[in-house]
C-alpha cells in the first residue's frame, strides 16, 4: 500500500473514529471487537511510524479540511514536537488496548462496548490534537477528548463517579471555554492569526503587558496541564477503571494538555518573546510550587491511585517549567518528558490495575510483602518508579538533566532548587512502595503463598512499557533528535 | 410578478388565514396552511437574493409614491430577518398536526392555524414595511393573534400565561404608538427613510429624545430584555408546543429588528448612542440578564422554562452586541439573531415531542429518555451543545464573533464574562443529559415509544442546520455582515 502522507495523516485521526462503528456493529461479539480495536491501533501505529519516517526524508505535510470562518481552518501539518507526542500516544494506545483487554474482562466491567467507543473517539481527537496546524484546530479536537473521555470517567455510573466525573467535566469546561477560549480569541485579535509558527505569531510592537495577560490566560486555560490551582479534576477523575487512568490521565489527556502548552510557548508566543513577558517569572514560581506541594501532597495518599495522580500533577509541572524557561534546554528537556513520564506512568498505573485485579488491593498500606506473590508486576513498579524520579536505568534520567541545564542556562537557581528538592520527594513516594512489597512480610498471610500474577494481557502491556522505559534510557538518541529539533524546522512546520 | 414581491410577502399568508375557513378538514387546513407559509419562505429567498445583487428594493403600496403613500422597503436586513421568520415557521409547521392533535382540542384546530397564519403575517409586515405606522399595524396583528394562540395552551395555566402577556405587551405597543405619535408630531412624517432624513433637524429637542425613549421601552418589553422579560417564561412554558417553537425562534427577533431599524437607520447611531447613553444602558442590562437569566434557568424544573429563561439570556447576549455599535457587534447580533432562531427552533421542537409521548416537559420526567426516544434526546444534546458554543456549532460562531467584537472595542472584561455565562450554559444543558442518560427510568413507569416521523424530520432539519451553518459559515456570516456594513453605511 502506497498512501501519501496527507492521506495517512487523516487515516490518524479518522481511522479510531470510524472504528467505533466496527465497535457498535460487533457488540455482540467480544473477541471480534476488540479485534477491532487492537487492528485499529496497529494501524494508526503503522500510519504515525510511516509519517515518522517520511519526516525524516525531508517530506513536509498540509493538510486542509475545511475553512470555517475567514482566515479560520480546520487544517492540519506535522512538525517535531506532534511527532514525539503522535507516537507515543499511538504506541501506547496499543498497549492499553491489550491491556484493556485482561483488566475489563478480569473485573468484569459492564457497557464494554460504550468503553471502547469513547477510548477510540479519544485516540481520534489526541491525533488531531497533535497534528493540529493552528490554536482553533487544536482546541476542536482538545474540546472532543474532554467530551469524550466523560463516558469513561463516570464508567462505573456510581454516584462517586458522577460526582468524579461532574469534576472533571466542570474544571476541563471551565478552564477551557473561560480562559483557554479567551486566550486564544485574544491571540486572534492581536496577532490576527492562529496558525503554529516558528518564533511565534505576535507582532513586534504589542503592548507586553496585554500579553502578559494572554499567557496568564493560556497557562490557566490549559486546564489539562493541571497547573494549580485547577488540577483538581486529575484526582477526581481516578474513579475512572484502570486502564482509562493509565492512557488517558497519564498519556494521552494529560499530555494532550502539557502538550499545547509547550506549543503555544514556543510556537505561538515563540520564546524570544516568552523571556521578556511580565507574567513569565511567576507563572514559572506558581508550576514549580505545584511541582512541589503536589509531592508533598502525594506522600500523604494512601490509596495507590490517587498518590499516582498527584505525582502526574507534579511530572506535568515539570513540562510546563520546561516550556516556560524559554530556553532551547527547557524545551528539550520539557518535551523529552513527555516521551518519559508518559512511559514511566502508564507502567505505574498498570501495575496498579494489575494488583487490583489479582489481589483486589488499592492502598498502599496493604502491599506489604506483595513482591513475593506478583514479583513481575513489582518489579516492573520499580523500574518505572526509577523513571520517574529520574535516575538510571530509566528514561527519565534524560529528561530531568536537560532541564536542570535549562534552568542553569536561564539562571533560574530556585527553580533549579525546587526540581532538586522534588526528585527526593518523588523519591520519597514512590520507592518506599516497592521497599513495602520486597522488603517487608506480608502480616495477613501465615504460610509461602503462591504467585498469583493478574491476567496475561495486562502483564504483556507492563513488560512492553518496562522496556520501553529502559529502551529510551539505553537509545534516546532519536528522541532527543526530535526534540532539539522543534525549534528549528520552521521548514517542516510550514513547508515554507 | 417579481416586482410584487414584497407586497407578496405579506399578502399571502394574510389571504391565506381566512381562507382556511372554507376548507374546514383539519388536515386540508394544516397542508394550506404549511404550502402558504412555503410560499411565504420562497418568496423572501428571492427577495433576499435580489437584495443581496442590486441592493434595496422600494416597493409603493398601490402605486402611491413615498413618502405620501405607504413604502415597503426591502434592504439586506429586514431580507434576512424575513428569511429566518419564514423558514422557520415552515418547519415548524411539518410538525404541528401530530403535535396539536394531543394538545388542542379537535375543534379549535382550524382556529389555530389561522392565528398561526394571522401571526405570520404581522410579523412578516413589521419587517417589510418602511412605515412607522405600518410597523404598529401589524404589531397589533402578530400580538393579537399571539395572546390567542397562547391561550390554546392544554391547561388553564396558559390563559392566566396568556394574559400577562396581554398586558405588558399592550403595554409595550401603547409605548411604541405613542413613540411613533411623537415622531410624527416633530417631523410630520411616518415613512421610515424620510423620518431618518427629517429627524437629526429636530434632534436636539426634547420630544425627539422622548419618543425614542417611549418607542425603544416598548420594544424592549416586546423583545423580553431583562428586566421586562416577565411575560415570557409563563407564556413560553403554558403555550402549545408548536407555538413556543415558532415564537422562541422568531417574535423577539422581530423585536430584535425594530430596535436595530430604529436605532441605526432611523435615528441615527449619533442620536442614540453619543446623545443618550445608549451604550452603558444597553451593555449592563444585557450582561445582567445573561447572567441573571441563565442562573435562574439553573433551577427550574420545568425544561421549558429552563429553555425560555435561556432566551432570555440569549436577548441578552444580542443586546450586549448591540450595545457596542461597531459594524462587528451588530454583525454578532445578526448572526446570533439567525443562530439563535435554528437552536431555539430546535430545542422547543423536540421539547414538543417528548411532551407528545411522555405528556410532561418536568426533569423527573425525562430519566431514561436516552434510551426511550434515542433520535430526540440526541437532538436536544446537539441543540443544546450548540446553546453552550461548542466548536462545529452555530453557537461557536456567534460567540466567536460577539467576543472578538468586545476584544476589538477594547472591552476585554466583557469578552471573559461573556465566556464564563457560556459555563451556565453547560450547567442547565448538563441536568438534562444527566438525568436522560444516566439516571433509569422510574420503577412502574410506562415506557415511551421514540418519537412519530413527523416530529423527527423537522426536528432534524433544524439540528443539521445548527451543525450545518456551524461548519459552512459561508452563508449566514455574508449576509449579516453585509447587513451590518449596510447599516452603517446609510448613517452618517
Same mark, same amino acid.
Given at each position: ?66 475553512? *470555517? ?31 484493556? *483487554? ?69 474544571? @476541563? ?20 492569526? @492562529? ?228 526528585? @527526593?520527594?518523588?523519591?520519597?513516594? @514512590? ?54 529539533? *522543534?525549534?528549528?524546522?520552521?521548514? *517542516?512546520?510550514?513547508?515554507? | ?17 381566512? +381562507? ?15 404550502? #402558504? ?31 405620501? =403613500? ?16 419564514? =423558514? ?43 412605515? #412607522? ?12 393573534? /399571539? ?76 423583545? +423580553? ?22 415564537? /422562541? ?43 441573571? #437569566? ?57 421539547? =414538543? ?140
Amino acid at each position: 500500500m502506497n498512501l501519501s502522507l496527507a492521506t495517512l495523516l487523516q487515516l490518524c485521526i479518522l481511522l479510531p473514529i470510524f472504528a467505533t462503528l466496527g465497535i457498535v456493529a460487533l457488540r455482540r461479539h467480544q473477541n471480534l471487537r476488540e479485534a477491532v480495536s487492537i487492528g485499529t491501533s496497529v494501524l494508526v501505529f503503522y500510519a504515525v511510524v510511516s509519517i515518522y519516517l517520511g519526516l525524516q526524508g525531508g517530506a513536509t505535510i498540509d493538510v486542509n479540511w475545511l475553512q *470555517i470562518l475567514p482566515g479560520l481552518s480546520l487544517s492540519f501539518s506535522v512538525e517535531p514536537l506532534g511527532m514525539i507526542f503522535s507516537l507515543i500516544a499511538s504506541f501506547l494506545w496499543f498497549v492499553t488496548i491489550v491491556y484493556a *483487554i485482561g483488566y475489563m474482562r478480569g473485573h468484569n466491567e459492564d457497557h464494554q462496548t460504550r468503553f471502547y467507543c469513547c477510548f477510540a473517539i479519544a485516540i481520534g481527537s489526541v491525533m488531531g490534537v497533535a497534528f493540529a496546524d493552528n490554536l482553533f484546530t487544536l482546541f476542536i479536537f482538545y474540546e472532543i477528548l474532554t467530551l469524550s473521555t466523560y463516558p469513561l470517567v463516570t464508567h462505573a455510573g456510581t454516584e462517586a463517579a458522577k460526582k468524579g466525573g461532574r469534576v472533571y467535566l466542570g474544571i @476541563l469546561l471551565t478552564t477551557s471555554i473561560g480562559f483557554f477560549l479567551f486566550a486564544i480569541l485574544g491571540t486572534w485579535v492581536i496577532a490576527g492569526t @492562529l496558525d503554529f509558527t516558528q518564533g511565534g505569531v505576535f507582532p513586534a510592537g504589542a503592548n507586553t503587558a496585554v500579553l502578559g495577560f494572554i499567557l496568564v490566560l493560556f497557562i490557566f486555560g490549559i486546564g489539562k496541564a493541571a497547573i494549580m490551582p485547577f488540577h483538581r479534576w486529575l484526582p477526581a477523575a481516578m474513579v475512572a477503571p484502570t486502564p482509562v487512568s493509565a492512557l488517558l490521565h497519564a498519556v494521552a489527556v494529560v499530555k494532550a494538555g502539557v502538550f499545547t502548552v509547550m506549543k503555544v510557548c514556543v510556537l505561538i508566543f515563540g520564546i524570544d518573546l516568552l523571556s521578556v513577558l511580565p507574567t513569565t517569572q511567576s507563572l514559572l514560581y506558581l508550576a514549580g510550587a505545584t511541582v512541589l506541594l503536589a509531592s508533598v501532597i502525594a506522600m500523604r495518599q494512601d490509596n495507590l491511585k490517587a498518590r499516582l495522580a498527584y505525582s502526574t500533577v507534579g511530572q506535568l509541572g515539570y513540562i510546563t517549567i520546561g516550556a516556560l524557561l524559554a530556553s532551547s534546554m527547557g524545551v528539550v528537556g520539557g518535551s523529552m518528558h513527555i516521551a518519559m513520564h508518559a512511559f514511566g506512568k502508564i507502567t505505574l498505573f498498570f501495575c496498579a490495575g494489575a494488583i487490583l485485579v489479582a489481589v483486589h488491593k488499592s492502598k498502599v498500606s496493604q502491599l506489604d510483602g506483595l513482591g513475593r506473590r506478583m514479583p513481575i508486576t513489582m518489579t516492573a513498579f520499580f523500574i518505572a518508579s526509577l523513571g520517574i524520579i529520574g535516575i538510571p536505568p530509566a528514561g527519565g534520567t534524560w529528561s530531568k538533566w536537560y532541564l536542570l541545564m535549562g534552568t542553569m542556562d536561564t539562571q533560574q537557581w530556585i527553580i533549579l532548587v525546587i526540581l532538586l528538592i522534588s526528585s @527526593l520527594l518523588n523519591i520519597a513516594y @514512590l520507592l518506599p512502595i516497592s521497599m513495602r512489597a520486597f522488603l517487608f512480610k506480608d502480616p495477613t498471610s501465615n504460610a509461602a503463598v503462591g504467585i498469583k500474577e493478574a491476567p496475561l494481557p495486562c502483564l504483556i502491556a507492563i513488560g512492553i512499557t518496562t522496556v520501553g522505559c529502559i529502551a529510551l534510557f539505553i537509545y534516546p538518541q532519536p528522541l532527543y533528535e526530535l526534540a532539539s529539533s *522543534i525549534l528549528q524546522t520552521s521548514s *517542516i512546520a510550514h513547508g515554507q | 410578478m417579481l416586482a410584487h414581491l414584497p407586497i407578496l410577502q405579506v399578502i399571502v399568508p394574510l389571504m391565506a388565514a381566512p +381562507a382556511c375557513l372554507i376548507l374546514r378538514r383539519p388536515q386540508l387546513v394544516w397542508m394550506f396552511t404549511l404550502l #402558504a407559509s412555503a410560499l411565504a419562505f420562497i418568496i423572501s429567498i428571492l427577495l433576499l437574493q435580489q437584495v443581496m445583487q442590486t441592493g434595496t428594493i422600494s416597493y409603493e403600496l398601490g402605486g402611491w409614491s413615498p413618502p405620501w =403613500g405607504i413604502e415597503y422597503r426591502i434592504d439586506k436586513l429586514n431580507a434576512f430577518i424575513a428569511l429566518i421568520i419564514s =423558514g422557520v415557521s415552515t418547519v415548524v409547521l411539518l410538525a404541528a398536526q401530530t403535535s396539536i392533535e394531543k394538545e388542542i382540542p379537535q375543534d379549535k384546530h382550524t382556529l389555530f392555524y389561522i392565528l398561526y397564519l394571522l401571526s405570520l403575517t404581522g410579523m412578516l409586515g413589521i419587517v417589510t414595511t418602511g412605515d #412607522a405606522f405600518n410597523v404598529f399595524v401589524f404589531l397589533e396583528i402578530s400580538s393579537l393573534s /399571539a395572546y390567542s394562540l397562547i391561550a390554546l395552551g392544554r391547561d388553564r395555566r396558559a390563559l392566566w400565561a396568556s394574559f400577562q402577556y396581554l398586558i405588558m405587551g399592550t403595554i409595550g405597543a401603547t409605548f411604541i404608538l405613542i413613540g411613533i405619535g411623537l415622531m410624527y408630531q416633530m417631523t410630520g412624517t411616518l415613512n421610515m427613510a424620510d423620518l431618518a432624513t427629517r429627524l437629526p433637524e429636530v434632534a436636539e429637542t426634547r420630544t425627539v429624545t422622548t419618543a425614542y425613549v417611549f418607542f425603544i421601552v416598548g420594544v424592549c418589553l416586546k423583545l +423580553a430584555l431583562f428586566p421586562l422579560h416577565l411575560w415570557l417564561p409563563n407564556a413560553y412554558a403554558h403555550a402549545p408546543s408548536i407555538v413556543t417553537a415558532f415564537f /422562541a425562534a422568531t417574535s423577539t427577533k422581530v423585536a430584535a429588528y425594530l430596535l436595530i431599524r430604529f436605532t441605526f437607520s432611523i435615528f441615527g447611531v449619533s442620536f442614540s448612542f453619543t446623545t443618550l447613553p445608549m451604550e452603558t444602558l444597553f451593555l449592563g442590562l444585557g450582561l445582567l440578564g445573561i447572567f441573571v #437569566a441563565s442562573t435562574v434557568a439553573i433551577y427550574q424544573d420545568n425544561i421549558k422554562h429552563v429553555f425560555a429563561y435561556s432566551s432570555v439570556a440569549q436577548i441578552g447576549y444580542m443586546i450586549v452586541g448591540f450595545s457596542m455599535s461597531t459594524n462587528a457587534g451588530l454583525s454578532a447580533m445578526l448572526l446570533h439573531v439567525f443562530n439563535h432562531a435554528l437552536m431555539k427552533g430546535a430545542l422547543f421542537l423536540a421539547l =414538543g415531542a417528548v411532551l407528545y409521548r411522555v405528556g410532561s416537559t418536568q426533569l423527573r420526567d425525562f430519566q431514561g429518555l436516552g434510551r426511550q426516544m434515542p433520535l430526540t434526546m440526541a437532538a436536544i444534546v446537539l441543540a443544546g451543545l450548540s446553546l453552550i458554543g461548542v466548536p462545529l456549532t452555530v453557537g461557536f460562531v456567534s460567540k466567536w464573533y460577539l467576543v472578538v467584537a468586545a476584544i476589538e472595542k477594547g472591552w476585554w472584561p466583557v469578552a471573559g464574562l461573556v465566556l464564563l455565562a457560556s459555563l451556565l450554559a453547560v450547567v442547565y444543558v448538563w441536568r438534562i443529559v444527566e438525568t436522560a442518560y444516566f439516571k433509569a427510568p422510574v420503577v412502574g413507569k410506562e415506557l415511551v415509544q421514540e418519537a412519530p416521523m413527523t416530529f423527527l424530520i423537522p426536528v432534524w432539519i433544524l439540528v443539521s442546520a445548527n451543525v450545518y451553518f456551524g461548519i459552512d459559515t459561508r452563508i449566514s456570516v455574508d449576509i449579516a455582515t453585509a447587513a451590518a456594513q449596510s447599516l452603517f453605511g446609510v448613517v452618517p
